[in-house]
């Protein structure tokens, strides 16, 4: 008998969770993150998550969000897009009030069922695939700009320094796919790329990419991919004789990134989503400065993948505030928050939701690393 008086007590408390109904009543506000903190992209996700703590540390400092403090609930997916989903549906259960700044094209794509089943927020997903753009998910909350309007400007400007011969390399799944759509546009009518080439996700194999792209004389090669997959096909095309231009999209905006390519990074075209990290006019950029010198063992430099961790942050937190304010700390109260935000100013950058527009941000800029291992703007 009192095993079975628990269970009923159990079972209506994960219905609530699952719900979403798990509010005021909570000592802490659980936001769940499930990203390859191992892996391919692990360097840019410990950046990225570094930067939300940033926030998430000032505010629980002040004393949180109507007295309740923000836990960031991690879960490593090892960037595989099941693992993803798994974990999601996991937090979920958990009662988290919303996912947050999880990582990846398939990964969120692979989310996106649970989001309307769990009634859950998706915040700031680290990715600007446009399938989370439109139509409008209206559980879906993106903060950067879309992979497609970056890849696109980089390649309009590499044509307009006198590029002729400009190739493609993509990762074979929705992420390349997305990516190498913009760059097409950037394309003139009847001038297509010489070569656009596709590697496995996960058993890349560069040689016979490099043959290819050996074969097809390229001034600048654009890879489309994430992580220490871009790094090795990049030192495949140094090793196999390539001077031509390398370029990449803000997936790989981060240290990590510079340091796996080494010597090799210098010179490389990197697109970015948020102002460069060292504009210290800017006020997003001085307050993400000021906050790493008040906590600096969460990471050593302000990086443009740690700006895009505190802008998400930032967001989620004005949509939390505002679901405190009208007294409904629950994932529908957070989604309606969120829908509510218009002309809000992250330090000299301005984004605005409503029901038809979860598309945040559109800013879109070109940096190149320098010889020192720094984005150069």
């Known amino acids: ?106 990964h969120n794509q692979a989310i996106l069922p649970l989001l309307e089943q769990a009634r859950l927020p998706l915040v700031a997903p680290s990715t600007g695939a446009m399938l989370l753009h439109q139509p409008v998910n209206p559980w879906v909350f993106n903060v950067r700009a879309s992979y497609q309007r970056e890849a696109e400007r980089l390649v309009r400007h590499l044509l307009q320094t006198g590029v002729s011969r400009l190739a493609i390399v993509q ?36 040689a016979p990419v490099v043959k290819q792209l050996m074969g097809s004389d390229a001034q600048a090669v654009l890879f489309v991919g994430s992580g220490t997959a871009v790094v090795d096909g990049m030192k495949a095309l140094r090793a196999g004789g390539s001077a031509a231009q390398l370029a990449t999209l803000s997936n790989n905006a981060s240290s990590g990134f510079v340091k796996s390519l080494g010597p090799l990074a210098h010179g490389v075209i990197v697109s970015q989503v948020l102002p460069g990290e060292r504009a210290l006019a800017v006020p997003l950029v001085k307050e993400a400065h000021d906050l790493l010198a008040q906590h600096p063992g969460l990471a050593t430099e302000v990086t443009p993948a740690l700006l895009e961790g505190l802008v998400s942050a930032k967001v989620l937190v004005e949509g939390l505030r505002r679901a405190a304010a009208a007294r409904d700390l629950s994932r529908a109260g957070l989604q309606q928050a969120l829908n509510g935000i218009s002309k809000l100013n992250l330090g000299g950058l301005e984004l605005s939701y409503s029901p038809s527009d979860h598309s945040g941000l559109d800013y879109a800029d070109l940096s190149i690393i320098g010889a020192d291992g720094r984005f150069k703007r």
């Open 1 to 106: 008998m009192p095993f079975l008086s628990v269970l009923p007590r159990i079972t209506l408390c994960s219905l609530a969770a699952w719900l979403g109904l798990i509010g005021p009543a909570s000592a802490q506000l659980r936001v769940g993150q499930t990203a390859g903190h191992s892996g391919a992209v692990a360097a840019t996700v410990k950046e990225a998550t570094a930067g939300a703590r940033l926030v998430f540390e000032q505010v629980n400092a002040r004393g949180g969000i109507g007295g309740q403090k923000i836990e960031l609930v991690q879960m490593d997916d090892k960037f595989e897009p099941a693992l993803a989903a798994a974990n999601a549906r996991q937090l979920a259960d958990q009662g988290v009030i919303a996912l947050f700044l999880t990582r990846g094209t398939p």
């Open 171 to 206: 990762v074979a799944d929705s992420f390349g796919d997305d990516g190498a759509a913009g760059a097409l546009r950037g394309f003139a009518p009847g001038k297509p790329p010489v070569a656009h080439l596709k590697y496995d996700r996960s058993k890349p194999d560069f």
